[in-house]
């Protein structure tokens, strides 16, 4: 519908919104591998690193940059939240408290306003207590108001990290109005998530969707299909092993992620 470029009533109100879980696990041996496993991850995945992955989100999806609150946190994981406008702003209707993405030297705290849109992230690193998996977890949200769509970064975000296991919620909610006054409640064709997602990434993944067309709201899930055993070793060579510890960690590894993936537990 936008490439027909329908003359509208007003701006474009609709709400876009891109939720996913990306999911890396990993076999740490022990309290000390599982705690150092951790850290490797809050220093990989710090609060610095992910603002830099929203603001190429932000530019990607032709947005501009209002607001970033980050914040690193103990024992570990961190947030940052970027709040951004559609369309560039004149100076003068800018809050005074939005930094504008520049941010000072030392770590500080931000609270400003809202314009219509945001992007935000949450790292949730964790560890089974009993059979040494440790599980990474991102939450990501894309959320735009008017033309822009959040799904232009969706392969961007993916690739930003190790994935086994990925969760994409994609809704559009609200209408809009032509200048005759009929309601449009999507202004993009879609059909699924996937075909928003490369054809070399789907290769990688078992995927199904579950959606429910009427009330624009679409789901897809993904599955890592092979799991080369050294890719989720942590700290330890995979000769070291022997073939039938290699077997029983990669069926730990398995079993932990068909329960991410189901959402249940099963075993």
């Given at each position: 519908?936008?490439?027909k470029k329908?003359?509208?009533?007003?701006f474009?109100?609709?709400?876009?919104?891109?939720?996913?879980?990306?999911y890396?696990?990993?076999y740490?041996?022990?309290?000390?591998?599982?705690?150092?496993?951790i850290?490797y991850?809050d220093?990989?995945?710090?609060?610095?690193?992910?603002t830099k992955?929203?603001c190429?989100?932000t530019?990607?999806?032709?947005?501009?940059v209002?607001?970033i609150s980050?914040?690193?946190?103990e024992?570990q994981g961190?947030?940052?939240?970027?709040l951004?406008?559609?369309?560039?702003?004149?100076?003068d209707?800018?809050?005074p408290?939005c930094?504008?993405?520049r941010?000072?030297?030392?770590?500080?705290?931000?609270h400003?306003?809202?314009?219509?849109?945001?992007?935000?992230?949450h790292?949730?690193?964790?560890y089974?207590?009993?059979?040494?998996?440790?599980?990474?977890?991102?939450?990501?949200?894309?959320s735009?108001?008017?033309?822009?769509?959040?799904?232009?970064a969706?392969n961007?975000l993916?690739?930003?990290?190790?994935?086994?296991?990925i969760?994409?919620?994609?809704?559009?909610?609200?209408?809009?109005?032509?200048?005759?006054?009929k309601?449009?409640?999507?202004?993009?064709?879609i059909?699924s998530?996937?075909?928003?997602?490369?054809?070399?990434?789907?290769?990688?993944?078992?995927?199904i969707?579950v959606?429910?067309?009427?009330?624009n709201?679409?789901?897809?899930?993904l599955?890592?299909?092979?799991?080369?055993?050294?890719?989720?070793?942590?700290k330890?060579d995979?000769?070291?092993?022997?073939?039938?510890?290699?077997l029983?960690?990669?069926?730990s590894?398995r079993?932990?992620?068909?329960?991410?993936?189901?959402?249940m537990?099963?075993?």
């Open positions: 519908m936008e490439n329908i003359t509208l009533y007003g474009n109100n609709l709400t876009k919104t891109l939720s996913f879980n990306i890396d696990v990993c740490a041996k022990g309290q000390k591998e599982q705690k150092d496993y850290e991850i220093e990989q995945y710090n609060s610095e690193r992910l992955i929203l190429d989100v530019e990607m999806i032709g947005a501009r209002l607001n980050k914040q690193d946190y024992p961190a947030s940052v939240n970027v951004i406008a559609e369309k560039e702003l004149d100076k209707s800018i809050d408290s930094n504008l993405g941010l000072p030297d030392a770590p500080e705290m931000i400003a306003h809202l314009d219509k849109s945001h992007v935000t992230v790292t949730f690193p964790e089974h207590p009993d059979n040494s998996i440790s599980t990474f977890r991102v939450d990501i949200d894309v735009t108001c008017g033309t822009i769509s959040p799904l232009n969706l961007y993916i690739a930003s990290f190790d994935s086994d296991i969760t994409i919620d994609y809704r559009v909610r609200g209408f809009t109005r032509d200048v005759l006054g309601k449009f409640f999507i202004d993009h064709d059909t998530i996937q075909d928003y997602i490369d054809d070399s990434t789907l290769t990688k993944y078992d995927a969707d959606n429910v067309y009427q009330s709201i679409f789901h897809t899930k599955l890592i299909k092979e799991i080369d055993l050294q890719n989720y070793l942590f330890k995979v000769y070291e092993l022997t073939p039938k510890q290699r029983d960690i990669t069926d590894l079993r932990e992620m068909i329960e991410i993936y189901s959402g537990n099963i075993y």
